[in-house]
């Protein structure tokens, strides 16, 4: 089945890949505490429950895709490699990434890079593990994003997707559902002065393949070993796959 392409600013003149870079300098300065506020702080421990997919392997070099301001990249300080890279599209995520980096005396740790998932400037079987938090329902062609993950990390190596996805059961389903349709947008807006960004999310959600038909995906690119595991009821699932 074709999946409807859904773009933050609905424009004919600019591509899906131009409108996200766009959107994410827009609201580059906000992004943070919008993050954590309308999460309520959980997506931090989803992002802790998605790093320890990654312990069994003991990675030493990671790639966070879809970084931003580096969150995820952050959070996997905690398996102590030796090098993390985090690559974004928008410059003015990244601009705040480095800030936050040098702040927390992990700059020369992490290294913050402008780049396109679906044309990684790395070398093949170059990293041990990957990350993408809440970025894949962004991309402009999804299977060839992946592929692209696939070659970098090494045989052996693992990638680690944590996305939104849709509760199904009552009552988070129908509360989850409210506070993205109407509370998500209006605070979203009303704090970062962008109108369509927060309206997009619920929206890219809406659109994205979850589940078994991301699994199924995961595995006509390529990966093995693939599963998905639901955190918070549904409102978000962890994604692995190996090489």
Do not use: C
């Given at each position: 089945?074709?999946?409807?392409?859904?773009?933050?600013?609905?424009?004919?003149?600019?591509?899906?890949?131009?409108?996200?870079?766009?959107?994410?300098?827009?609201?580059?300065?906000?992004?943070?505490?919008?993050?954590?506020?309308?999460?309520?702080?959980?997506?931090?421990?989803?992002?802790?429950?998605?790093?320890?997919?990654?312990?069994?392997?003991?990675?030493k070099r990671i790639?966070?895709?879809?970084?931003?301001?580096?969150?995820?990249?952050i959070a996997?300080?905690?398996?102590?490699?030796?090098?993390?890279?985090?690559?974004?599209?928008?410059a003015g995520m990244l601009e705040v990434g480095r800030v936050?980096?040098?702040?927390?005396?992990?700059?020369?740790?992490?290294?913050?890079?402008?780049?396109?998932s679906e044309n990684l400037p790395f070398d093949t079987d170059y990293f041990d593990g990957l990350t993408v938090g809440f970025g894949v329902r962004n991309f402009e062609n999804l299977e060839k994003g992946l592929g692209e993950m696939l070659r970098v990390v090494r045989p052996g190596g693992r990638l680690v997707i944590l996305e939104f996805s849709k509760p199904k059961k009552f009552p988070i389903k129908q509360a989850f559902g409210f506070y993205s349709r109407y509370i998500i947008p209006f605070l979203g807006k009303t704090i970062s002065k962008?109108?369509?960004?927060?309206?997009?999310?619920?929206?890219?959600?809406?659109?994205?393949?979850?589940?078994?038909?991301?699994?199924?995906?995961?595995?006509?690119?390529?990966?093995?070993?693939v599963s998905a595991k639901l955190v918070s009821g549904g409102i978000a699932t962890i994604y692995t796959g190996d090489k």
């Open positions: 089945m074709e999946r409807k392409e859904v773009k933050p600013y609905g424009s004919e003149e600019q591509t899906k890949k131009q409108e996200v870079e766009k959107m994410f300098d827009n609201i580059s300065s906000k992004y943070d505490f919008l993050n954590h506020f309308l999460s309520l702080g959980i997506d931090k421990i989803w992002r802790k429950k998605a790093v320890r997919e990654l312990k069994p392997i003991q990675p790639l966070d895709i879809a970084t931003g301001t580096g969150d995820f990249a996997s300080t905690k398996l102590n490699p030796s090098e993390i890279v985090g690559l974004d599209l928008s936050k980096m040098k702040e927390k005396g992990l700059d020369q740790l992490i290294s913050m890079v402008q780049g396109d962008d109108d369509k960004a927060y309206a997009y999310l619920p929206e890219s959600v809406a659109a994205f393949p979850e589940g078994q038909d991301f699994l199924n995906i995961l595995q006509k690119v390529g990966y093995k070993n």
